[in-house]
């Protein structure tokens, strides 16, 4: 079988936004596709850089990587539709974008999530900011097994296109590439390392007084029967005759 490419080594990076089909969650990233011929290796890597609560750096960098052997199915079309690329999200690619079809899409599907590259030092990977919308997403894209990456095509250059359509079409028969992580100071980590922040708090959503009462506590005492009850009558009965003694006048008065 020829190998997937002439070339000995290919290296593509690009800017994306990923997006996780059925959700609302995309973010943007900076897209690696490497490839070499021997023996044929190859690799998608998405990285975003974040701000990480307990770093005592302004910015970290996060890689998801993806292995050839977890890629059940992949498809790269050159023009997409609105199906593929919402308008929403073309207009989050490049601002100068008039659609779908000025947008290419990798769609790629996983048996499992991708490795997540990271700082060695860090026990769990949480923003510093909750409302970083970016890093939240990132998160989620990390534990997804369904991704659509979205590339602006004024992107690509000479054959990088027709190169990249061969590159997906044989990702599968390839074999990791090799990397020295502990080189660059990062490490392999599950994506459950993510560890996301409440929602942010909303004062629509606080319940009344009423909903936050206490309920009523069990009363334990029988309840009052008919006789007390008549009794309870006899006695006002009692308490009116006694009065109305007290006020007719007596003789010799």
């Not at 059925?22 to 973010?27: E, L, Q």
């Not at 910015?59 to 890629?71: F, G, K, R, V, Y």
């Not at 991704?147 to 028969?173: D, M, N, P, W, Y």
């Amino acid at each position: 079988m020829s190998p997937v490419l002439q070339e000995s080594h290919w290296d593509l990076t690009k800017k994306v936004v990923v997006s996780v089909p059925g959700t609302k969650h995309s973010c943007d990233a900076k897209c690696r596709i490497a490839y070499s011929n021997d023996p044929e290796r190859g690799s998608i890597s998405l990285s975003i850089k974040a701000a990480l609560a307990n770093s005592t750096n302004s910015s970290d960098s996060l890689t998801l990587n993806i292995c050839p052997e977890a890629i059940q199915k992949s498809s790269l079309v050159k023009r997409s539709n609105p199906n593929l690329c919402p308008s929403e999200l073309s207009s989050k690619i490049r601002q100068t974008i008039s659609g779908a079809t000025a947008v290419s899409t990798l769609s790629i599907y996983l048996a499992r999530p991708g490795i997540v590259l990271c700082p060695s030092w860090a026990k769990s990977l949480s923003s510093s900011d909750p409302r970083d919308s970016n890093f939240i997403a990132f998160a989620h894209i990390c534990q997804s097994k369904s991704l659509r990456l979205h590339f602006a095509r004024v992107q690509f250059q000479g054959e990088e296109f027709e190169t990249l359509r061969k590159f997906c079409s044989r990702i599968q028969t390839l074999q990791p590439e090799s990397f020295a992580h502990h080189r660059h100071g990062v490490v392999k980590r599950d994506p459950s390392i993510f560890k996301l922040s409440p929602p942010p708090y909303d004062e629509e959503q606080v319940s009344t007084p009423a909903e936050q009462a206490d309920p009523p506590q069990y009363n334990d005492q029988p309840e009052l029967n008919p006789v007390i009850g008549k009794r309870d009558r006899g006695m006002s009965h009692l308490h009116i005759y006694r009065r109305f003694q007290l006020s007719w006048p007596v003789d010799g008065l």
